[in-house]
DNA sequence: AAAAAACAAGACAGATCCGTCTAACACCTG
DNA sequence: CAGGTGTTAGACGGATCTGTCTTGTTTTTT
């Protein structure tokens, strides 16, 4: 795996990515190329001088915005984290009608970032899978990041007057990262669909022992 | 992060793991170290030089078995996919009574797991996660663990005569690899109930549609 | 007992890693 | 103009990494 200045590939195939317009300062030169090399190649593999060749910037330049490596991962996963919520809230927030509908839109919204080409899994399933309980700043990362998720579900939970508000949250988060794994591993964009159909099954169940079953069919 | 010989910790809680007794010989020495280390701290984080100090043996003999860190990665996921494989795979076996009560007991055998003391999420999702497009033989050794995996959720599919086999598959694998990664990252083992409600949920919809409706209530 | 294989201990080479440092250039602001 | 800030280019140090090699000891097999 040679240093040299392959790998073009931009990944804003869905939008969500850094990538809307190429970066002109420094700063974010570093971040955008960090960002691709640390998702697609590792963490730990990663070495500083690929980034600087990436991002065709001095070393100097790296050292005056980050103190260390440890801090530019930490600074690359919040960025990553806040602009891939704000593409996924975003597009959820398009979708109209009942709460439920944007819990299942979740699943749409995840295929579509599943078939972008350049789609590498979760940076945060990915980083704690690589550091465990190595890194504490990544691990604290990667829980801001779910706690944002489950604070959106359960929002959309309580809109939805369910009974047990959290589990809720919880049945919807695992068919999410059970998506994503299972995305990343085969390549097939389609297992979001069959999370849906699985959420949607959920969805019914906890619907059944509401008060009024006013909702008959045609969930799909 | 020093060398020393901390980490005694030898994950045996649930009896799936290698260290069921003491590796005698040096190659088993020296897989027992690395699959520790490698699945504790990273693949690309892990020394050759770590895993001499844990296992106590030579460089050379290392490399007598070994002919790479490559090689070692993939001889451990190996041994760890067939270990893991033949204790899941085992219990599950004790199981007695139709394939739909073994299906659901997947998901507690996997709270057993995601219990003991030395959990550190599925090896092979790690591996993936660390590496993604980087190493072919960890994602030939994944895809491996993957489809025996398959293999067996597709039996019980069809001997539970359900009319789409490998979407029954699929949707089970997803809630597996959801399950896993939310315990991972909360340190949470009944993340696997939530899951094994979700299956309960999915049984409970493909039986509906099916020709006779036996099982009227209680499938919890 | 003799031959062969496995193993220990560690020096060594070549590469790569992270981070510091110097020296100089460009730009904007006061 | 002076001064601060951001930037470039790359040398450099010290550490660490993978893999080879040598020498000799232990263990197993024949």
């Not at 969500?16 to 697609?40: E, G, H, T, V």
């Not at 100097?60 to 602009?83: M, P, Q, R």
Request: aromatic residues 10%; contains cysteine.
């Amino acid at each position: 795996m040679k240093d040299g200045v392959q790998d073009i590939c931009v990944r804003d195939g869905s939008g969500w990515s850094f990538a809307a317009l190429p970066p002109n300062n420094a700063r974010d030169k570093i971040m955008s190329a960090a960002s691709f090399l640390f998702c697609n190649h590792g963490f730990a593999a990663t070495g500083i001088d690929s980034i600087l060749n990436r991002a065709g910037t001095a070393k100097a330049t790296l050292y005056h915005h980050f103190s260390s490596k440890e801090e530019l991962i930490a600074a690359v996963l919040e960025a990553e984290g806040e602009t891939w919520r704000n593409w996924f809230f975003g597009r959820l927030a398009e979708v109209e009608g009942p709460a439920q509908d944007r819990i299942l839109a979740v699943f749409d919204v995840l295929e579509e970032w599943f078939a972008d080409p350049g789609f590498y899994g979760c940076p945060f399933i990915n980083a704690v899978a690589e550091f465990d309980t190595g890194n504490e700043a990544v691990r604290r990362a990667a829980d801001l990041h779910k706690e944002h998720l489950i604070t959106w579900l359960r929002a959309q939970a309580i809109e939805m007057k369910v009974a047990d508000v959290p589990e809720m949250a919880r049945s919807i988060a695992v068919l999410i990262d059970g998506a994503i794994v299972a995305a990343q591993h085969s390549r097939d964009p389609s297992f979001a669909r069959t999370a849906r159909r699985l959420a949607e099954c959920h969805l019914a169940s906890i619907k059944v022992d509401a008060p009024a079953r006013a909702t008959g069919g045609r969930a799909t």
